[in-house]
């Protein structure tokens, strides 16, 4: 029965939906004092085996056997009605198409292949990915180009007032000490930042938990954030952004998923 439902399904939309079912699967639980003594009960983030997982699928998204990877998913149709995508092309068309952004924890450019088709029309793109020393080795010497750049500190950027687009994309949740990054990035006063595919909580308080991922995907664990969405706009808010959209993503078990789009204010 089984192999008759899933034969219903166009072959192109079987990755996405197999990701989707992958998602069920990863869940969360705990509520732990210190990001420390949840540490001590996971593989942590820093496993090869994510990386391998990750590299894995991008050589094959590199050598155009599919569009773009997600936690090592592959997929093989463009996805547009996102929130990233639209706000993408918005700072793009505000800038006579040109975009220059900093993608902090990008992965191996996960971002970047996802909207690639569309950031190839532009005159002017420059994508640049700050990421864990692991990845950024193996990026420079597979990936980089003239557009997608990769860089092991904040530092390394050509730091200036052309960047209009600074991007977090399921990654403060998994950093102890995110917010601290999230700080020194925002004192850049770039124009625009998203914040998507992270981890709200509707407690009032930030909290601590550990996620598990299925070997479906790669078998890893992890603490992770769940944060207060009122105090992340807060924060925002202090660095003299405006809130200009919100949306979820996606529902967890503990909370949900979800993003926000900010503009620094005119002065």
């Known amino acids: 029965m089984k192999q008759f439902f899933i034969s219903l399904i166009p072959k192109s939309f079987l990755p996405i939906v197999k990701w ?14 210190t990001w420390a003594k949840a540490e001590s009960e996971t593989d942590g983030y820093n496993t090869d085996v994510i990386l391998n997982a990750v590299i ?7 050598r155009g056997e599919a569009l773009y990877e997600r936690d090592s998913v592959l997929f093989y149709l ?3 009605k996102n929130a990233l995508y639209e706000i993408i092309q918005q700072v793009a068309t505000q800038n006579s198409g040109k975009i220059r952004v900093i ?16 950031l190839d029309t532009l005159p002017g793109v420059e994508w640049n990915v700050i990421e864990q020393a692991k990845f950024v080795s193996f990026a420079k010497m597979e990936l980089e180009d003239e557009k997608l750049k990769f860089h092991y500190k904040i530092e390394e950027c050509k730091l200036d007032s052309e960047f209009n687009l600074l991007v ?3 990654v403060l949740q ?43 995907i790669y078998k890893a664990s992890y603490p992770c954030w769940f944060f207060n969405p009122d105090k992340m706009v807060q924060k925002f808010q202090s660095y003299s952004y405006s809130l200009v959209n919100q949306w979820t993503n ?13 503009e620094i204010d005119k002065k």
């Open 174 to 216: 998994y950093l102890e000490h995110g917010i601290v990054s999230l700080d020194a990035l925002l004192k850049l006063q770039i124009q625009y930042c998203v914040i998507d595919r992270t981890n709200f909580t509707f407690e009032p308080n930030d909290i601590i938990t550990k996620q598990t991922v299925p070997s479906s």
């Open 250 to 262: 996606d529902t967890l078990n503990i909370g949900y998923q979800g993003g926000f789009l900010f």
């Open 56 to 62: 894995d699928a991008v050589r094959k998204v590199k």
């Open 103 to 118: 993608d902090f924890g990008g992965s191996l450019g996960s971002t970047y292949f996802q909207h690639k088709k569309y």
């Open 168 to 170: 977090f994309s399921s």
């Open 20 to 33: 989707a079912f992958q998602k069920r699967l990863v869940y969360w639980k705990g509520n732990y004092t």
């Open 78 to 80: 463009p996805e547009k």
